[in-house]
């Protein structure tokens, strides 16, 4: 099916483009009214994100109600280690939470490299609801968590300021290290590839956790995997985000990806110079600018905009959006953004 808006298809790829495509991360969810109504009709996120019908209905919310140029599926990271036998609780106020961790060789084997498309069925339906249901109106983005971020979870079993179990393994038993995180690889690049067939346009890979680690154990632990990701993944474009990681800007550039997506702590033009001229950069204004007046926020995405400048740039904030944000001045940003670079352009 022919999409009636690619355009950010096109600034991934590095081609024309008559203004700067617009999407946030967690648009789909709690900052709108519609999300909160269908979240409550059920017992909870994982059940609605294991629901394809109203996971699709919440991932198009956004595209109807926000304007946004694409739609990104409703779902979460922690799917895969759920898949490869570690399944998750979500815990209100709190964040995910896992009932058994693993720490050693011998707890590998319970696990398994999860299969795409059979382990992870319900959300491989939702991207075909969600595909048919947008009707080419926007480009469906697919995602996975990367491998370090997802191992950091499993190893220590919920959300912490330090990592320090995870952290620790990767000096106590690398060999542990290497191996679980060669099967979170394998997990994922079945799964991205399972998500693409499906009709997913563009995938995008989290890194949440990369600013936790040192440069040396960046490239070892967590660069590699997110490698053979992009080397695996020929498909349609692919957008590594790493939040934290400004010391591996340089080396994200080398990665065989179209678009890297920066956080808010990551200088523009500093970026650019670092990681080049021959990938789209995505990003990068600051989550809590939302909160400002209809005016500061219209300042503040200008100012970015002209920093970014008017090729291979896909704007978004530089994290997700806070679920306590006015959806009406996230609309204010996305407005923004079409009206000005349109216009920066002419």
Avoid at 150 to 158: K, L, Q, R, W
Avoid at 244 to 264: H, K, S
Avoid at 316 to 322: D, I, K, W
């Amino acid at each position: 099916m022919e999409l009636k808006n690619d355009l950010i298809l096109r600034a991934a790829r590095g081609e024309k483009i008559e203004r700067t495509p617009v999407w946030l991360m967690r648009q789909a969810g709690r900052i709108l009214p519609e999300y909160r109504a269908v979240r409550e009709s059920v017992s909870g996120f994982i059940e609605l994100a294991k629901t394809p019908e109203l996971a699709a209905e919440v991932t198009i919310q956004p595209v109807d109600l926000l304007g946004v140029d694409a739609a990104i599926i409703f779902s979460d990271i922690l799917v895969i280690p759920e898949a490869m036998n570690l399944p998750y609780e979500m815990v209100e106020k709190r964040g995910p939470w896992f009932p058994k961790t693993v720490s050693t060789l011998a707890d590998l084997k319970q696990l398994k490299v999860a299969d795409g498309e059979a382990d992870l069925d319900y959300v491989i339906q939702a991207i075909k609801i969600t595909k048919k249901e947008l009707n080419g109106r926007v480009p469906l983005i697919g995602f996975a968590g990367a491998p370090w971020t997802i191992f950091s979870y499993m190893v220590e079993g919920s959300g912490s300021k330090t990592f320090s179990k995870a952290r620790a393994l990767l000096y106590t038993d690398p060999v542990f290290a290497e191996t679980l995180l060669d099967m979170i690889t394998q997990s994922t690049i079945s799964y991205l590839k399972a998500q693409i067939k499906a009709g997913a346009d563009m995938v995008q890979l989290f890194d949440s956790w990369a600013g936790i680690l040192p440069p040396d154990h960046y490239t070892q632990y967590s660069l590699r995997y997110i490698q053979q990701i992009c080397d695996a993944i020929t498909e349609v474009p692919v957008t590594v985000f790493a939040k934290g990681a400004f010391f591996a800007r340089e080396q994200m550039g080398q990665l065989n990806c179209e678009t890297i997506g920066l956080d808010w702590n990551m200088g523009i033009a500093e970026s650019r110079k670092m990681i080049g001229d021959h990938k789209t950069l995505q990003g990068n204004l600051d989550p809590a600018a939302l909160y400002g007046t209809t005016q500061e926020i219209q300042a503040a995405t200008r100012r970015m905009l002209d920093q970014f400048g008017t090729s291979r740039h896909i704007a978004n904030l530089g994290h997700g959006v806070y679920p306590d944000i006015n959806p009406e001045k996230v609309k204010v940003f996305i407005e923004t953004v079409k009206e000005y670079s349109a216009k920066i352009r002419a």
